[in-house]
């Protein structure tokens, strides 16, 4: 079967730097995708993958490696405003998406 | 960020009601899905079209009917609902359905009693 593996919660302080973890296992790959969820909203698009390697956006970093089926999403200079739900999702084969359950990040002051 | 509207973004209903939720897109996409969102669980992909054509049904109850009736406007329609069927129900848009980045709107919050 297919699987996407990520923590379920998450804390953070402020200002720091927090990486949430994401390991998959799907039958054909076409990239992966991670967005932001906050309580009551639409899943936001973050980040893009489908080349090994790092891709950095601003305070966000995607990470991915194929041969391990593993990413991380990797948040900077931490806000109170990052506190959200961060889910990770993997085109298969047929290009449709597998989601994972998604990692609530606490941020605390 | 406006780019697909969803009506109601709250629901409550019974079990014997008869209900439709609706879908906009305004970003000139050709695909639109909808999802189920349980709690603490992976979003469901419950149905895909592409050009007004479903092409995806994921073994969804007979109770779940969607409707396209062109590129901008998805419904779900709903009856004869179960408690369990309580969730988020999110709609989604992207140019394409291959590669192409999947746009939300923001839910709508259905109640089952």
């Known amino acids: 079967g297919q699987n996407i593996d990520q923590p379920t919660e998450m804390t953070a302080t402020e200002g720091a730097i927090v990486q949430i973890n994401c390991t998959y296992q799907t039958s054909g790959f076409n990239g992966l995708f991670w967005y932001q969820q906050h309580a009551g909203e639409a899943p936001t698009f973050l980040s893009y993958?489908?080349l090994d390697g790092l891709e950095e956006k601003g305070r966000f970093s995607s990470f991915l490696s194929r041969s391990k089926g593993y990413s991380y999403l990797l948040l900077k200079e931490l806000q109170m405003k990052d506190s959200a739900s961060y889910l990770c999702a993997v085109k298969d084969s047929n290009y449709q998406l597998i989601w994972g359950a998604g990692t609530k990040l606490i941020i605390k002051p | 960020e406006t780019g697909v509207t969803q009506t109601p973004r709250h629901l409550v209903m019974g079990m014997t009601n008869k209900k439709s939720l609706k879908c906009e897109q305004h970003?000139?996409?050709?695909?639109m899905y909808w999802y189920k969102q349980s709690a603490k669980k992976p979003l469901e992909l419950m149905f895909v079209y592409s050009l007004e054509e479903r092409v995806e049904n994921n073994s969804v109850p007979s109770r779940f009917s969607p409707e396209c009736p062109n590129s901008s406007h998805l419904f779900l329609h709903l009856h004869t609902l179960q408690p369990e069927d309580s969730a988020l129900y999110l709609c989604?848009?992207?140019?394409?359905?291959?590669?192409?980045?999947?746009?939300f709107g923001p839910g709508t919050r259905l109640t089952v009693l």
């Open positions: 989604a848009s992207s140019h394409r359905i291959d590669i192409d980045t999947q746009y």
């Open positions: 970003l000139g996409h050709n695909a």
């Open positions: 993958n489908v």
